[in-house]
């Protein structure tokens, strides 16, 4: 197997410090808490940022703001920012972090009802972003909420609007998405092309189950805020890093390596290094 990469995700667009007193707002506490979760295994730091008010935004001046703390701390690390900001953006609002030129950023390939909203993503829309990170050498994250997503990929490889191979985080436990269960996970990753690379992001309580069994599968693996506050069951954790720490202590007694950011740009062919 490859050597694991651990993203963290340390604050999500859903949550507020009301929610947690240890969620990561500023872009100080976002690059303090990169920067410990990089310490501890984190090879991939999967992007939101809020605004002067604690609000999800999408500005690239915010963007750009956060991750120039990021960079001062964790050079090495690779920023994936999302293209999926909070329900009800508009797409104008989600692109605006791809002209920074990130290394990764999200492309989610399909609508899916989220909560009590829904994440709306149009086929047309799902081309823009596409067509613009392939254009710009951004390397996709396939954000799959549903089986159909996966498909919706491949129809953009077949356009020649995208290559493979691809890389596909599978989101499972979103209420109104894909349930988290171990079925799911083994069913969603046999329907990827060879040569493709996955990761798991299991909300809630499916966050350590579904990241022992990617460990197992070679699979990667997504923990942290935005998609869990838990250690275990009444025990909140008081940062991200402690999240990516127990999944990198899973993985190194299981006998399986951490990658570094650099050995992750091998693994998931990226071409180079933040811009």
């Given amino acids: 197997?490859?050597?694991?990469?651990?993203?963290?995700?340390?604050?999500?667009?859903?949550?507020?410090?009301?929610?947690?007193?240890?969620?990561?707002?500023?872009?100080?506490?976002?690059?303090?808490?990169?920067?410990?979760?990089?310490?501890?295994g984190a090879s991939i730091c999967h992007l939101h940022v809020r605004?002067?008010?604690?609000q999800p935004t999408q500005k690239a001046e915010r963007f750009n703001e956060v991750i120039q703390k990021i960079k001062e701390k964790v050079p090495d690390i690779i920023i994936q920012v999302s293209t999926g900001?909070?329900?009800?953006?508009?797409?104008?609002?989600?692109?605006?972090?791809?002209?920074?030129?990130?290394?990764?950023?999200?492309?989610?390939?399909?609508?899916?009802?989220f909560g009590e909203g829904v994440f709306y993503n149009s086929p047309s829309f799902i081309k823009k972003l596409a067509t613009y990170m392939s254009e710009k050498g951004i390397t996709p994250e396939i954000e799959v909420f549903e089986t159909g997503f996966i498909q919706n990929a491949l129809q953009l490889v077949d356009q020649n609007i995208l290559s493979l191979p691809l890389?596909?985080?599978?989101?499972?436990?979103?209420?109104?998405?894909?349930?988290?269960?171990?079925?799911?996970?083994?069913?969603?990753?046999?329907q990827l092309p060879l040569g493709c690379t996955w990761t798991v992001a299991g909300i809630g309580r499916w966050e350590y189950p579904l990241a022992i069994l990617s460990i197992m599968m070679g699979g990667n693996v997504r923990v942290g805020f935005e998609d869990n506050l838990f250690l275990k069951k009444g025990l909140k954790a008081t940062s991200n890093a402690e999240l990516v720490e127990r999944v990198a202590n899973f993985s190194k007694s299981l006998g399986r390596e951490i990658a570094t950011p650099d050995e992750a740009r091998q693994i998931l062919h990226i071409k180079g290094k933040n811009k």
């Fill in 1 to 40: 197997m490859d050597k694991l990469i651990i993203t963290v995700a340390p604050v999500g667009a859903e949550i507020s410090k009301e929610d947690h007193p240890y969620l990561p707002i500023t872009p100080e506490e976002i690059a303090l808490e990169v920067h410990k979760s990089r310490e501890v």
């Fill in 51 to 54: 605004d002067e008010n604690g």
């Fill in 85 to 113: 900001g909070a329900v009800g953006m508009t797409e104008e609002e989600r692109m605006e972090p791809l002209t920074l030129n990130p290394e990764m950023a999200t492309l989610t390939t399909g609508t899916v009802n």
């Fill in 167 to 190: 890389h596909f985080d599978f989101v499972l436990g979103v209420p109104g998405g894909m349930p988290a269960n171990f079925k799911n996970l083994v069913f969603l990753s046999e």
